[in-house]
């Protein structure tokens, strides 16, 4: 079994302590902010015909003291944040939620989304841009529905927009946009990536300059659907709970960075004694949400859990693995979703995410939070995060602890 040794909450509590302050801070600035956004809404509405229903409100926020991190300070809903520094700039690369009125599902259909804006910022706190819509369903031709978590990628001055969305026979595959801005506007390739299928695309850059794509998911995300290689939408079904989970996939792209430079591959995820993680073992299986970061000479690749809830990692030698099942990185938010990047911004590590505060809890209403410094141990492993203090927490999804830091604490590593 892992995970025996419990974290301890004092060190957790003084470790984060800095945080919370600045936290506070910013979060009564970015409440101030939300509130007056909400006050100047209700001013001036116009007289309501008398038989016509009433505008839902907008849903009261959560209790901004459950969070250890507060919502960016906009005003669209947006998830799923693919971070990225570029000319010395933050971008951040979200799904773009709103209400479509689509009853939730096991399947996602509640997350209707159909269009990606970016968003900027000079400096972790800083001020946030959000920039006109960058990518609109309409002008990919070949897309029918659902515009899930996208992911962003520079090579010599060009930009790609990576999103995954529902073709016009309901198979979601991978798009590539191209654009000479990071927040575009992205001009959508003809077709979709070939031999592309399931969703949430990460492109992850070695130091070797070679690009890779990783991507998967369960469930809505369709992963299962090519468990035998080839595409058989009618076995819905995922592999017995004892034999190997599903794997993500990874492929290096090509020059052009619009193709794959090779057929997708498994990224294999094993125990601490090289087993296979097994389909049936939803605290440690692959879910959904892939990221690649690279920090000294490791490759860390973190994903969501899914029904489990917790963003966890694995960490390996090569951008192709294997990798070895590390721990959580970060513990289940508001929200059903857990879904994440991690960058480095000026020589520190931090992890972006979602949740639900805005909405106090509506899955496909999520808000991109403020980032969390990272702190890495010093054989490299990545200490646990936990940024929600509330109790709404699906039954059954707390994940056990990740592995305690080893005593004494190391001092957090500056790149
Ligand atoms: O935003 C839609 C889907 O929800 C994403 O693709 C998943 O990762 C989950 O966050």
């Known amino acids: 079994m892992l995970f025996l040794a419990p974290r301890t909450l004092p060190s957790k509590e003084s470790a984060t302590m800095q945080r919370h302050l600045f936290v506070?801070?910013?979060?009564?600035?970015?409440?101030?902010?939300?509130?007056a956004g909400c006050g100047k809404k209700e001013e001036a509405p116009?007289?309501?015909p008398v038989a016509e229903a009433p505008k839902p409100a907008e849903p009261a926020g959560a209790d901004p003291k459950l969070f250890l991190t507060q919502p960016l300070a906009i005003d669209i809903y947006s998830a799923d944040p693919s971070a990225h520094v570029f000319n010395g700039k933050i971008y951040i690369y979200p799904s773009h939620d709103f209400d479509s009125g689509i009853p939730s599902d096991d399947l996602g259909n509640q997350y209707a989304m159909k269009d990606y804006q970016v968003l900027s910022m000079d400096s972790i706190g800083g001020p946030v841009t959000v920039?006109?819509?960058?990518?609109?369903?309409?002008d990919v031709a070949w897309a029918k529905e659902k515009m899930w978590a996208p992911d962003a990628a520079e090579k010599d001055g060009k930009y790609y927009l990576y999103f995954p969305v529902k073709d016009k026979e309901g198979v979601f595959r991978i798009g590539a946009a191209v654009g000479d801005a990071p927040e575009g506007p992205f001009k959508a390739q003809p077709e979709a990536i070939k031999n592309s299928f399931s969703m949430d695309p990460a492109v992850f850059k070695d130091s070797d300059g070679k690009y890779y794509m990783y991507f998967g998911g369960l469930w809505g995300g369709q992963l299962q659907?090519?468990?035998?290689?080839?595409?058989?939408?009618?076995?819905?079904?995922?592999?017995?709970?004892?034999?190997?989970?599903?794997?993500?996939?990874?492929?290096?792209?090509a020059d052009n960075m619009v193709e794959f430079a090779e057929k997708p591959k498994d990224l294999k995820i094993v125990d601490e004694n090289g087993k296979t993680i097994l389909s049936g073992d939803h605290v440690r299986r692959f879910f959904e949400a892939s990221w690649m970061h690279k920090y000294k000479d490791n490759y860390y690749f973190s994903y969501s859990t899914g029904d489990t809830h917790t963003i966890s990692y694995a960490m390996g030698k090569s951008p192709?693995?294997?990798?070895?099942?590390?721990?959580?990185?970060?513990?289940?938010?508001?929200?059903?979703?857990?879904?994440?990047?991690?960058?480095?911004?000026?020589?520190?590590?931090?992890?972006?995410?979602?949740?639900?505060?805005?909405?106090n809890g509506?899955?496909?209403?999520?808000?991109?939070?403020?980032?969390?410094?990272?702190?890495?141990?010093?054989?490299?492993?990545?200490?646990?995060?936990?940024?929600?203090?509330?109790?709404?927490?699906?039954?059954?999804?707390k994940a056990p602890e990740a592995p305690a830091a080893p005593e004494p604490a190391a001092a957090p590593a500056a790149n």
């Open 24 to 35: 506070a801070i910013t979060s009564i600035a970015a409440a101030t902010t939300f509130l």
């Open 131 to 138: 920039h006109p819509v960058a990518l609109d369903i309409k």
């Open 362 to 397: 509506v899955n496909h209403l999520r808000n991109v939070k403020q980032p969390i410094e990272i702190t890495y141990n010093e054989d490299g492993t990545i200490q646990p995060i936990d940024a929600y203090f509330g109790d709404d927490i699906p039954p059954g999804s």
């Open 46 to 48: 116009a007289p309501a």
């Open 320 to 359: 192709y693995g294997p990798f070895t099942y590390k721990g959580v990185i970060l513990q289940p938010v508001l929200g059903w979703t857990n879904h994440h990047s991690i960058v480095e911004v000026d020589g520190k590590w931090y992890i972006f995410y979602h949740d639900t505060q805005r909405s």
């Open 225 to 253: 659907h090519w468990k035998t290689g080839k595409h058989t939408p009618q076995d819905d079904s995922q592999p017995p709970d004892d034999k190997p989970a599903l794997y993500p996939k990874v492929a290096r792209m």
